[in-house]
């Protein structure tokens, strides 16, 4: 049978065939030494096909992982080296942020939209716990903003809290399927809640789980939204670690970059310190946000060069 990966425990996965019943699955033993370089071979979002074990049983064998679109990758939480496969076959995604009570740092957010960029994922950000924010907040906030939006991105003022903004966030999230994330504490889960309440209990009724001892909290979850799409939750992170990224290529992923590359003196100009730099020409005539370039040298410092 076809189906959709739901849920992830690392050994054991949630699965919705395409008549919308769900299965506990697990994978073939042989499929995890087939050239998989991820902590995770089967990601939430993979469409897969499998094998009912036993008739009239509610756990099938997952023995092929179809073709994805797009995924969207990060540096595993325990293995430095390697990567982790956050979740597959997405429409966009949506970072919650917060500008008080945690303060989201820029460098979260940038880092965020590079491997959005890196995977093709359009990005939406999201501003929780506006009822929270005074003068300074909102001044910051329009120019996030105004420097996020002269880019591409939307960016988005929300209060689950008040239930503000929720209706134009529902328009975007509508029929399509949204990989949500955000450091611990911003709000996400409160967020999801004031969406869509009663979410949260989708798939609680799978039984059989063998999930005992895994380490959960870096797995993401897929449910339906009642008004047409999907989204697909991640746990907070501290740190979003950009994986399978060299310094030469950090640049084509900041979208005011991109524009401006074939006119740099060098091809393999990596804007810091070479002569005739176009991205340093249009930091100074203010055409590139100085933020966006601090951040940018930022993330190129953090990158550890390997062969590529």
Known sequence: ???????????????????????????????????????NPVAVGDWIQAEIENEGSSTATINEILDRHNYINRQSPRHK??????????DQSLLVATLKEPKTSQGFIDRFLVASEMYHVPAIIAFNKS???????????????????????K????????EEGLEELKELLKDKT??????????????????????????????????????????????????????????????????????????????????RLNGCQFNNCLHVNEPGCAIKEAVINEEIHEDRYVSYVGILDSIEEKNY
């Open 155 to 162: 960016v988005l003022l929300v209060s689950a809290e008040k």
């Open 178 to 259: 949204t990989l949500i994330s955000g450091h611990s504490g911003v709000g996400k889960s409160s967020l999801l809640n004031a969406l869509f309440p009663g979410m949260n209990q989708k798939t609680q009724d799978v039984s059989g789980w063998s999930g005992k001892g895994q380490h959960t909290t870096t797995f993401a979850e897929m449910f339906d939204m009642p008004f047409g799409g999907k989204i697909i939750d991640t746990p907070g992170m501290r740190e979003f670690g950009l994986v399978d990224i060299s310094k030469a290529e950090l640049s084509h992923y900041f979208p005011e970059m991109r524009d």
């Open 131 to 153: 009822d929270l924010y005074k003068n300074k907040e909102m001044d910051k906030y329009e120019q996030w903003k105004a420097m996020y939006e002269a880019i591409g991105y």
């Open 81 to 90: 080296h390697q990567h982790h496969i956050v979740a597959a076959n997405l």
């Open 1 to 39: 049978m076809k189906a959709l990966v739901y849920k992830s425990t690392g050994s054991w996965y949630t699965l919705k065939d395409e008549s919308g019943r769900f299965w506990n699955g697990r994978m073939k033993g042989v499929m995890k030494l087939d050239d998989i370089t991820s902590t």
